[in-house]
T-cell receptor
Framework: RKEVEQDPGPFNVPEGATVAFNCTYS??????FFWYRQDCRKEPKLLMS???SGNEDGRFTAQLNRASQYISLLIRDSKLSDSATYLC??????????FGKGTTLSVSS | EAGVAQSPRYKIIEKRQSVAFWCNPI?????LYWYQQILGQGPKLLIQ????????DSQLPKDRFSAERLKGVDSTLKIQPAKLEDSAVYLC??????????FGPGTRLTVL
């Protein structure tokens, strides 16, 4: 079983749609969780951290369920500029980031 | 603030040749990482440095890959000899805290 698993998509949605991405992780000792965004042929950039209490930043909401070892990202009112690959990322104590394969989102007008 | 710098941006070599990549992290960032990102995959850690010491190189194919971070600032990653399956983007990242890593633009390697 892979350490971090994501549905690769692609998710093709119209502008204004709400879209949700899911991610599961295998190691219960995982301590920190993030969503990174990677545009085509660009480097990954931190989108937001994920907490059990939930984390909202504008149109983006991230949630962590430690019991189910499940992370989610919700994007409301999708914009064309949201088109990118969204990488689920996990850190265990003392380790570097462990990335999922990414979920590709394509928002069309 | 200047970001993470990497060079070259693109490199094409034939299999069995050698290649080296260079990374200059953000000033003051003690931790430096090299990742390999194969097309369609997420980045995979190759090696992590804390200052000039190696923290984690468990996924570095040591028979052909080597990396160093002399003086705890710049770093080089070398592949010798290259194989077809080494074709990927090599990303360097640096961080001051574990929470956020800042990535460079990457070096896109094609092995023919």
């Amino acid at each position: 079983r892979k350490e971090v698993e994501q549905d690769p998509g692609p998710f093709n949605v119209p502008e204004g749609a709400t879209v949700a991405f899911n991610c599961t992780y295998s190691n219960s000792a995982s301590q920190s969780f993030f969503w990174y965004r990677q545009d085509c042929r660009k480097e990954p950039k931190l989108l937001m951290s994920v907490y059990s209490s939930g984390n909202e930043d504008g149109r983006f909401t991230a949630q962590l369920n430690r019991a189910s070892q499940y992370i989610s990202l919700l994007i409301r009112d999708s914009k064309l500029s949201d088109s990118a690959t969204y990488l689920c990322v996990v850190i265990m104590a003392g380790t570097a980031l462990i990335f999922g394969k990414g979920t590709t989102l394509s928002v069309s007008s | 603030e200047a970001g993470v710098a990497q060079s070259p941006r693109y490199k094409i070599i034939e299999k069995r040749q050698s290649v080296a990549f260079w990374c200059n992290p953000i000033s003051g960032h003690a931790t430096l990482y090299w990742y390999q990102q194969i097309l369609g995959q997420g980045p995979k850690l190759l090696i992590q440095f804390q200052n000039n010491g190696v923290v984690d190189d468990s996924q570095l194919p040591k028979d052909r890959f080597s990396a160093e971070r002399l003086k705890g600032v710049d770093s080089t990653l070398k592949i010798q000899p290259a194989k077809l399956e080494d074709s990927a983007v090599y990303l360097c990242a640096s961080s001051a805290t574990p929470v956020e890593q800042f990535f460079g633009p990457g070096t896109r390697l094609t092995v023919l």
